[in-house]
């Protein structure tokens, strides 16, 4: 056949450490249908500084590749809450071949059309805390890139007709695929009139979704006389694929006949209505044809684009005891982005009657439903048993429903089809089913009621059930419960949602408490860094004590919004929020670098009200910007200790010697406040992690409180025993009051005029 190459690519992304789905990186692709082959190159390279970081260590990159939903996946080794079914997927670890650069390629045979997502994160780390632009990070980009391979101008095969063929000996298989309608329990492929060197060299196989692979189903045309390949609950509303292919080693020549076979399950009365042509009532293509041979009104279908001849129809028989029943359908309510509830048509109550099961069918729509959780509950009415031992069975299947002709059948499973079992009985009257990530398209749930005896199983006689059922679509499990946040991700154009879960809990729904802190624990760490906070009364004693009341004002405002800025940052339950978080964060930030603008302004013993709006200006436009940016908060920083270092040099140009010009204030004030505070900075920037950060930053509070208290130099009041002294014109002398209160060693009250200085 014809092949047609396609090409697909995405942007390299930033991975993350995993903590949870929240911190993964996700890829939506689409596969087209006919798809022989697809090939995912999947690249990956280091960037340091905008560079490429061949300093930067090797970290396994793992992916995780999923069709029709994204993959739930759970690297940590977690434990899923209740009743949850976690869906399968494949996963690969990138290991680097270049200092800086590695690629790798996971090939999928024959893929399944439709969505594919891939998943990719860096191994979890020891969560460091770290300053936004302290020093170049490494980062780890991911890109993935999809080539695939298709066929084209496939044969479709048209039930109830014959199509001939004859393959050449350069050709070693011939592929077609049916459309297979609702309301269809059986699948027959039937290889006839097959002549060939070697009797009938052939292999027959035949796959959903996409053309068969070495492990589909199969019959070796040899051993089997006829040659049919029978298929019992095939999915509705798919594409079937049919392979012949010959035996390895068969030269020359293999003509054949191939035909396939539908049966419909449906009741005449309710499938095929007279004035309705057969194709019509399965949901089929007019063009297809119809099954069972010509229907009224109907014509034959064009001639198949591969050359040959023109089927011929034959007359195909429905087994008697071949019957489904009637699918009941839900109506969909959109409350809000995965807040879909599915109402049952005369429910929520359903009768499910001893002869016969109950089928429904919830569809879910395409991309759309596939980034939340499909929660599924069964409630027995018990006083509706009439006191019988009955027990009430679901199975809910993807894209087929699983009607099994087996009366006492307690399974959800065949050959070729999985499905997921709930049982509710009066002992167990309540089941419930969650499903992360459903696959989209037409979930179906069929309710049996059996009556247990001693042999097992069996109908009931007389005994209609009664079940309480809710089917609906979730954000999240449980709203990720009291220690977990359900957020709402996207990538591109697709929604999903997951938990990022606190307090040391994790989890699909933050459920699991192997590491969960203890209510005891998250009492002592909101009490450390709410009670560090005390810290600072003594700079607002010293600063009240030496006159500076706009200090104490400042010192007194960061430390009211950082008691209740951590006592709403706390992760478990012990939180208290007066304010909104925004606003409380805001103004601990601020409080935080105002502080040390009015400490270092009044160290440099500058007197003007502009400095201090300017500050707070200058501060407020920083953290709008970035609040957690390394230079939006250490340029003010910067600015207030470059105006102070200009007062000191103006000072020290003038006297003609240091200043402060004692050794006293340098040794027992000065230097203990700036180591104290440079501890306090190295504390925050390098050894701060989320596991010590409760410790860590209430040391941080004591010591930047303490610093304080060092570094704010005494104001003198001018001697009120003396007043202003005019200053001579021209050369001459000035009387320099109060120069103790220069030096800033002395109290104010024992200031007096010691010294004349020449002007």
Partial sequence: ????????????????????????????????????????????????????????????????????APSVINPLHTHFPRDTAVPGSFALTLTWTLPN??????????????DWFLAAHLPKDEGKISVKGLYEECQYLFQPQLIVQRLVNIAVLYPGYVTEQSMAPHNRSCLYKVFVPSYTSRVLVEVLRCRGTEGCPLWLRMRAKAPPLHNSTALDCREHAPCQLALDLPFWQHWYYVLVEKHPGVLGTVSF???VQLTDCSRPSLARPPFLPSSASMNMPHSFGSVG??????????????????????????????RCWPVRPTLRNELDTFSVHFYIFFGPNVSVPPDRPAVFVINLLPVLDSGGVLNLELRLNVSSLCGENVTVFGCLNHEVPLTSGDNASVTCETESLAGFLLSVNATASL????IPYPQTGSWYLSLRSLCATEHGFEPCTNVTAEVYLRAYLSPCINDCGIYGQCKLLRTNNYLYAACECKAGWNGWGCTDNAEAFSYGFQLL????????NVMFVPPVAIAVRSHYLLEAAVYIFTMFFSTFYHACDQPGIVVFCIMEYDVLQFCDFLGSLMSVWVTVIAMARLQPVVLYLLGAMLLSMALQMDRHGLWNLLGPSLFALGIMAVAWTARTIRRRHCYPPTWKRWAFYLCPGALIAAAAVLLYAFVETEENYFYIHSIWHLLIAGSVGFLLPPRAKPSGRLGPLPRRKGCGYQLCVNEQEELGLVDPAVASINSICTS
Avoid: M
């Fill in 525 to 532: 760490s909101t009490l450390l860094l709410c009670l560090s």
């Fill in 293 to 322: 041979g010509l229907a009224l009104g109907d014509s034959p279908p064009p001639a198949s684009p591969n050359g040959t001849k023109h089927p011929v129809p034959i007359p195909t028989a429905s087994p008697a005891g071949e």
């Fill in 101 to 114: 650069r590695t690629t790798g390629v996971f090939n999928v045979t024959s893929p399944l059309p439709g």
């Fill in 431 to 434: 089941s419930r089913l969650r």
């Fill in 1 to 68: 056949g014809l092949f047609v190459t396609d090409y697909f690519t995405r942007t390299p992304r930033k991975l993350s450490p995993f903590r949870s789905f929240a911190s993964i990186e996700l890829f939506h692709f689409h596969i087209p249908e006919d798809t022989v082959i697809a090939v995912w190159n999947l690249i990956t390279f280091k960037e340091q500084g905008g560079t490429f970081g061949d300093q930067c260590p090797d970290r396994s990159i793992t992916v995780y590749f999923r069709s029709g």
């Fill in 257 to 259: 006949q191939v035909t």
